[in-house]
C-alpha cells in the first residue's frame, strides 16, 4: 500500500532557530516528491518538487532532500520567521493514470514559530 | 499568477441535501482535482478529471459525483449529503504530466447537520 508518513505531528520552535521536518514514503513506482505549506484556511502552496535523480532542492530558506534508497525526504527550514508557522504536508507522486498524476499525501507535520 | 477560486469557503448543509461546490482555474489547465482534507487523515482524492468530460475515481469517490463541462471548470457534487462528508474541501488543477505542481484553491469548509 503507498504511504507517506510525516514526522513529527507537530513542532514549536523559537524565531530564528532552524528545524527538519521528517517523509518516509513506500509509494511505488516513484515518480517524484513534493512539499508543500498550507497557512490556516488555505489552500497548500508548492515550496519544492525532487524527482528521483535530485537530492536537494532549495526555495530561499526552505531546503528540501531526497533519498530515493532509503525512501526518505526531508525539509530544513533555516533562521525561522513568524510566518513560517503552518502545516507542511510531504506529497509523493507515482504512475501516470488516464494522463494526470497520482499523489499519496502526508498527514502534515503542525510547525508554530513563537517569540 | 496561477488562480484557482472556489465558490464558497464556508458552506452549511442539511442532511439529504444536494450540494454542489465549484472549482475555477484560470490557467488554462488540463487536470483538475477534487480532495477532501480531515484532521490526521491528511488531503484524499475524491476525484479528478484530465479533459473536458473526461472523469476518474480517486481513493474515496463514494457519495460524490463531478461534472467538467468546460475546460475551466470542475463541479463536486454530493447528491445527499451526509454527516460524515462535514470536511474541508479543496480543489486543485494542474498540466497534464509527472512533473507539474498541483495549485490549490483557498479551500470550503462544509458543514453538514
Known amino acids: 500500500k503507498n504511504q507517506v508518513e510525516q514526522s513529527p505531528q507537530s513542532l514549536i520552535i523559537l524565531e530564528g532557530k532552524n528545524c527538519t521536518l521528517q517523509c518516509n514514503y513506500t509509494v511505488s513506482p516513484f515518480s517524484n516528491l513534493r512539499w508543500y505549506k498550507q497557512d490556516t484556511g488555505r489552500g497548500p502552496v508548492s515550496l519544492t518538487i525532487m524527482t528521483f535523480s535530485e537530492n536537494t532542492k532549495s526555495n530561499g530558506r526552505y531546503t528540501a532532500t531526497l533519498d530515493a534508497d532509503t525512501k526518505q525526504s526531508s525539509l530544513h527550514i533555516t533562521a525561522s520567521q513568524l510566518s513560517d508557522s503552518a502545516s507542511y504536508i510531504c506529497v509523493v507522486s507515482f504512475g501516470n493514470t488516464g494522463g494526470g498524476n497520482k499523489l499519496t499525501f502526508g498527514t502534515g507535520t503542525q510547525l508554530k514559530v513563537e517569540l | 499568477d496561477v488562480k484557482v477560486t472556489q465558490s464558497s469557503r464556508y458552506l452549511v448543509k442539511r442532511t439529504g441535501e444536494k450540494v454542489f461546490l465549484e472549482c475555477v482555474q484560470d490557467?488554462?489547465?488540463?487536470?483538475m482535482f477534487w480532495y477532501r482534507q480531515d484532521p490526521g487523515l491528511g488531503l484524499r482524492l475524491i476525484y479528478f478529471s484530465y479533459d473536458v468530460k473526461m472523469k476518474e475515481k480517486g481513493d474515496i469517490p463514494e457519495g460524490y459525483s463531478v461534472s467538467r463541462e468546460k475546460k475551466e471548470r470542475f463541479s463536486l457534487i454530493l447528491e445527499s449529503a451526509s454527516t460524515n462528508q462535514t470536511s474541508m474541501y479543496l480543489c486543485?488543477?494542474?498540466?497534464?504530466?509527472?512533473?507539474?505542481?498541483?495549485?490549490f484553491g483557498p479551500g470550503t469548509r462544509l458543514t453538514v447537520l
Open positions: 490557467m488554462d489547465h488540463e487536470n
Open positions: 486543485a488543477s494542474s498540466r497534464l504530466g509527472l512533473r507539474n505542481t498541483q495549485y
